[in-house]
């Protein structure tokens, strides 16, 4: 999936088109939009019979976004170009394992409480397989889109989803094109859509807490910490423990399990019901077509965050990463700065060992291995030092890790914003009606157990 080599390092999102100078110079900008998130605080509204709520992590990925965007206009002091942009998406990568070992290290603690998901757990995966396309390929045969619909409803899109569909169909096809529009939509707007969607949602109270759990770990980082962001913001402070480990989990199988469901389940079904539908529902429609197929060359630009980070980026990420959690912590949540110091020292602690492992075994799946390590380091009793750990760690609120998460978001997808704007209206909509679909089949699959 590598660009072509005509393609210059800034423009492709290269990390290493970016000198020190500008790396500081992103830590630096990140740690400010942290802050400034978090002065701004939460707010919410109604809407309807629910509510909307607005979280820091939001503001923080609207200000990344617009900043980034606004490169041209902004002091060459503060000014995060392309090529920054670019490595502030590898940097996310980097980032997304910490909160992964925060994530499993709440599984390991609150194992009983997951354990008493039991098989709701299981079969909610059915509905985060299969929701994208109940919900989003009838809505793409009806607006025109062709075999484009396959490659963008039957995920949400994320980077195994792409390998799948570029091993079977290729990039360069119909389905190729969809599945980068899907990726592309959801970088840009998952976030804030799933966000909005789950708050409200949540607001309406006719699920259970641990049912918007599981349809929350979507199989993506930065959309479940969005989406459960929202939905625990609305809970009592006793329920906020159970929730997150149980999303976590969802989040984890979605990843492990949910790989196989897309590529020997969901995939061949949407295919199936393409061919059935498609002469129903669908007619002849030239311009959604064409919108897709005409960013598809530059498409691939969007990928580039996608590559491995060096080192030395890795190193840079975690300290943005527990700087980002400090400032968080501190101005949200009152944590002394020294405290929070700790318990990061200790879940970068627990990511280094698994990288270096990772490093000398390279077939080995980071995500997987990293969730199973902190999961088993967080089960109580589990080593002698596991009561240190949970103790330091657990004063670490977990929305305090998703605001310096999205705001490295917001400044990876501003520059792909020219590219959205250009896929057209019609596959974006397909493709927030295949993330609300993923979030509400398993939500609905996980409510009939409760």
Request: overall charge positive; hydrophobic content about 55%.
């Amino acid at each position: 999936m590598n660009t072509a080599s005509s393609t210059s390092p800034a423009l492709s999102g290269a990390p290493l088109a970016s000198p020190l100078a500008g790396r500081l110079r992103l830590l630096i900008v990140t740690l400010l939009v942290v802050a400034l998130a978090e002065w701004i605080g939460s707010a919410q509204f109604q809407a309807g019979p629910g509510k909307v709520v607005l979280l820091p992590m939001l503001w923080a990925l609207l200000i990344a976004a617009a900043w980034g965007t606004a490169q041209r206009r902004m002091p060459a002091a503060v000014r995060i170009d392309t090529g920054l942009q670019g490595l502030a998406g590898g940097l996310l990568n980097a980032a997304l394992m910490l909160f992964v070992a925060k994530l499993s290290l709440t599984v390991g603690g609150a194992l009983p409480l997951v354990m008493k998901a039991g098989w709701a757990l299981f079969f909610q995966e059915f509905g985060h397989a299969f929701g994208t396309l109940v919900l989003g390929l009838p809505l793409a045969l009806v607006l025109g889109i062709k075999r484009e619909a396959v490659g963008s409803t039957f995920s949400v899109g994320r980077e195994g989803n792409i390998a799948i569909i570029g091993e079977k169909y290729g990039m360069a096809s119909a389905e190729g094109r969809g599945v980068l529009a899907e990726y592309i939509t959801g970088t840009v707007l998952g976030a804030l859509f799933i966000a909005i969607l789950a708050g409200f949602v949540a607001s309406l109270n006719i699920f259970d807490p641990r049912s918007l759990a599981m349809g929350a770990g979507v199989g993506s980082g930065s959309l479940m910490a969005a989406a459960l962001g929202t939905i625990t913001a609305q809970l009592p402070p006793h329920m906020v423990e159970e929730v997150t480990a149980i999303a976590a989990a969802s989040n984890l199988l979605t990843m492990v399990v949910g790989f196989y469901f897309t590529l020997f389940l969901s995939l061949p079904a949407c295919s199936w019901l393409y061919g059935k539908l498609e002469p129903v529902l669908g007619r002849l429609t030239k311009r959604g077509r064409q919108a897709v197929e005409e960013a598809a060359p530059d498409a691939k630009s969007a990928l580039g965050s996608m590559h491995g980070v060096s080192l030395g980026d890795t190193a840079l990420a975690w300290v943005l990463m527990t700087g980002g959690v400090v400032i968080a912590n501190a101005l949200s949540y009152k944590v002394s700065p020294l405290v929070s110091l700790e318990g990061m020292l200790i879940v970068v602690a627990i990511v280094a060992v698994v990288t270096a492992v990772k490093r000398f075994v390279p077939r080995l799946p980071l995500v997987i291995t990293l969730g199973v390590v902190a999961t088993a380091v967080g089960i109580p009793g589990m080593f002698p030092f596991t009561a240190t750990v949970l103790e330091l760690t657990g004063k670490l609120n977990f929305m305090a890790f998703t605001t310096p998460v999205l705001a490295l978001a917001g400044f990876s997808v501003a520059k792909d914003l020219p590219l959205f704007r250009r896929l057209g209206w019609r596959i974006v909509v397909v493709s927030l009606a295949a993330t609300a679909g993923t979030f509400l089949g398993a939500t609905l699959i996980a409510e009939f157990f409760h």
